[in-house]
C-alpha cells in the first residue's frame, strides 16, 4: 500500500457524474490511468449496496496495489478490510476514529479553515484534505474557497501531506501542486471525463510537472554548503 506522502492523483467516486457507466468502470479506468489511491463515496447508497460494490472494487485495487478508502463510514471501512477512512469537519472526531482503526489504517481529515488544523486533527490524521481549493458544485455544502494562497498558507502551518480538492481540472492541477498541495482530489476530472483512463493520465501528469517545478524552486532558495 503506498503511502500519503507518495500520492499524485486521487480519484473521489461518484456515480452521479459517471455518465451511465458503474464505479467499477471508473475505478478500473482510472487505475489503468495510474491513479494513486481511490476514496469510495456514494451517498445515495444503502448499507448493503455500499458494501457490495466496495468488496468488488476492493479486490480490484488490492490486485494493483492501490489504497482504498472509505469516505465517513468507519462500519464500513472495517466490513470491508480498506486501508482508510476519509472523515469531515461533522464526522466521528478525528482521535475517536484513530482509536477504532488502530494506528494501521489512513485517516484523512477535510480541512475548511485555518482552525481545523489542531493539533489533534494532526497528531491523528496521515493527510489533510484542504477543501475547497476552488469553488465546486459536486458538493453543496462546501464552504468558501481557499485558492492558491490558503493552500501556501497551510503548507507553513504542517508537515502531513496535503490533499487539495474542489474544482481540480487539467488547467490547475499543477498550479495547486506548486502552491504546496501533494496530491490533487477530483471527483468529475475523471468521473465525468469521455475517456477516464486517459484523464487519469493527463492530470497525473501535471501534478507529476508540479512537483517537478516545486523541487526546482526549493533547490534554488536552499542554503549552499
Known sequence: MTPPSSWDVYLVTDREFSRGRSTLEIVAAAVRGGISVVQLREKNLDTREFYEEGLAIRELLRKSGVPLIIND?????LALDADGVHLGQKDMPVTMARRILGPDRIIGLS?????????????????????????????????????????????????LPLVAIGSI???NARAVVVAGADCAAVITAITAAEDPE?????LLAEVRAGKRLRGADFSRHSPRH
Not at 73 to 77: C, G, M, N, Q, T
Not at 135 to 154: C, N, S
Not at 198 to 202: L, V
Open 73 to 77: 463510514r468507519i462500519d464500513l471501512a
Open 198 to 202: 486517459e484523464a487519469t493520465r493527463h
Open 111 to 159: 480541512v475548511e479553515v485555518p482552525d481545523h488544523i489542531s493539533y489533534e486533527a494532526v497528531a491523528n490524521s496521515d493527510y489533510l484534505a484542504i477543501s475547497p481549493v476552488f469553488q465546486t458544485d459536486t458538493k453543496k455544502d462546501a464552504g468558501p474557497a481557499w485558492g492558491l494562497d490558503g493552500i501556501r498558507k497551510v503548507r507553513k502551518m504542517t508537515k
Open 169 to 171: 481540472k487539467d488547467a
